[in-house]
Structure formats: structure tokens, C-alpha cells
């Protein structure tokens, strides 16, 4: 793979995963996902691999998707919901679903923030391993929208926590993550890297196909519970709120409320 934003390495049964963005605080351009799809594939068809960590260079694990393209723009930008539609479905919704589906463990190792998109990144992996700086966010309503592509807030966060914090566009902290079962673990900061990597070759010592079995389970239970069913409907109220802001804003959906959005972040910035 010819990769620019994403590291790949193989160890001892290990796949790791490292997105490698960090001037952009590891946001998520069409490459990237393309790049990180690639590594996930790869490692989801190497015998040589027992389970995958994904995890990101920098202060921070992934601001969430790159609107680099639109931010600075004043002018009105042509949209297609269908060709918008039809791109979020596949790279958006549809990689993070695939990613969960990877029948191997893996593990996520998250450091400072991870926002909205970002929550797409750590969600599909099955365990989670955070830095006690980690804070986790999708405040997105501000753009007209009900949450990310891929709405497991319900399930990550519980239905009330859930509720509060989409209502609000806070963060919760990794300790909170924990305490609610989003996140297993809390590290310091700069022992995340290693606690992640002491986790994933402990889990590779087990059986490969017992392994597969064991998260097949966890999994099957969560679709039977109606995990997969409500994540594709609540992705197309996403796509209604984005046809909605599109018609307010007469160009690419939701460009006001993210310029809104930034302008919040950069007040409590000088704040």
C-alpha cells in the first residue's frame, strides 16, 4: 500500500495501526480513511496476525473528519445528496462498520481528544485503552445533525449520558468513559503506548479461533438487541438533518453551524 498518513507494522502477532496526521490533529481526509481501510484489510487477512491495535501520533487521536476543503470558503459550495449520500454510506458508516466486523480483537489506545468522527475510529475496536488527558465529544448538533455517521451513542454512553451529551456538545472525560463501560482502561499518558501493546500480546497468547468465537458473541448479542438495525436507520436521520442544513445554508450541508462550531471552539480557546 502506497500509505502518507497511516503506519503499518506487524509484531508478534500484532498489528498495529497508527494514523500518522498530527499537524492536522489527525483528521480525516478521503486518503486517510482509504489508507486506514487498507491496513485494517490487511491485517484482517494476515494469518500472522491475532489482533490489531489502532492508535494515533500526537497530542491528540482524531479531531474528527477534515473539512479543510469548505472551512475557509465563503461561497456557496454545489451539493448532491445523492452522490452525499451514497459516499457517506460507503467510507463514513461503512468502514467504521466493516472495521467492527473484523473478526480478530482490537484495541484502541486514545490520547487527548477524540472528537465526533474521531468517536468512529475507537467505537468499532473492541476494547479501548485511554491517557488520563482523553476527553471524548461529538458536538455536532450545532450543524443540524443528530450525532456522526455511525450512532452508537446509545450504546457507548447509555441512553441518558447519551442524551446529555449530544444535547449539550460537551466532553466526557476517560475516567467518566470508564466508569459508564465505554473505555476498559485508564493510563497515564505516557504509558498509554505500552499498556495497549502489554494488553494486545496478552490477548494474542489465546487461541486464534476461540478468540474469534469470544467477539462473535459479544457481538451477535448486540445485533440481536437491535445494534446494527438502529445504527443504518438513525444514519438516515443523519442524512435528513444534512439535506435540512443544506436548504438553510444554500450550499454544502451543515457549513454554517461547523463555522459556528469553530467560532465556539476559538472563543473558549482565548477564554
Known amino acids: 500500500m502506497d500509505l ?13 495501526i497508527t494514523l ?4 492536522a490533529a489527525n483528521a480525516q481526509s478521503r486518503k486517510v480513511l482509504e489508507e486506514l481501510d487498507g491496513c485494517w484489510k490487511s491485517a484482517d487477512h494476515d494469518p500472522a496476525v491475532k489482533v490489531i491495535v489502532f492508535r494515533s501520533n500526537g497530542k491528540h487521536f ?59 475510529l475507537c467505537w468499532p475496536c473492541d476494547l479501548i485503552v485511554a491517557s488520563d488527558n482523553a476527553q471524548f465529544s461529538d458536538p ?23 442524551k446529555e451529551l449530544l444535547f ?3 466532553a466526557i472525560t476517560a475516567q467518566q468513559a470508564e466508569q459508564i463501560g465505554m473505555v476498559n482502561r485508564v493510563v497515564p499518558l505516557e504509558e498509554l503506548q505500552e499498556a495497549t501493546i502489554n494488553l494486545a500480546r496478552k490477548i494474542a497468547r ?43 445554508t444554500g450550499g454544502i450541508p451543515s457549513l ?9 471552539g476559538k472563543a473558549r480557546s482565548k477564554g
Open 256 to 264: 454554517a453551524g461547523l463555522r459556528a462550531m469553530q467560532d465556539k
Open 168 to 170: 449539550t456538545g460537551e
Open 62 to 120: 482524531s479531531a474528527g473528519h477534515d473539512m479543510s476543503s469548505t472551512r475557509d470558503s465563503s461561497e456557496p459550495v454545489e451539493w448532491h445528496a445523492d452522490s452525499y449520500y451514497d459516499w457517506e454510506t460507503r467510507h463514513y458508516l461503512g468502514y467504521a462498520k466493516s472495521w467492527r466486523s473484523v473478526p480478530k480483537p482490537s484495541i484502541a489506545a486514545v490520547q487527548g481528544k477524540c472528537i465526533a468522527a474521531g468517536l468512529m
Open 20 to 23: 500518522n496526521r498530527p499537524e
Open 206 to 248: 489465546n487461541d486464534a479461533f476461540a478468540l474469534r468465537m469470544a467477539k462473535r458473541a459479544v457481538n451477535q448479542t448486540m445485533d440481536i438487541q437491535g445494534y446494527t438495525n438502529a445504527i443504518d436507520s438513525i444514519f438516515d436521520m443523519h442524512h435528513f438533518g444534512h439535506a435540512r442544513a443544506a436548504l438553510v
Open 140 to 162: 455536532v448538533l450545532a450543524m443540524g445533525i443528530c450525532g456522526v455517521e455511525l450512532h452508537a451513542h446509545a450504546w457507548e454512553f447509555g441512553p441518558r449520558k447519551a
Open 4 to 16: 502518507d498518513h497511516v503506519l503499518y507494522e506487524v509484531t508478534d502477532g500484532v498489528a498495529v
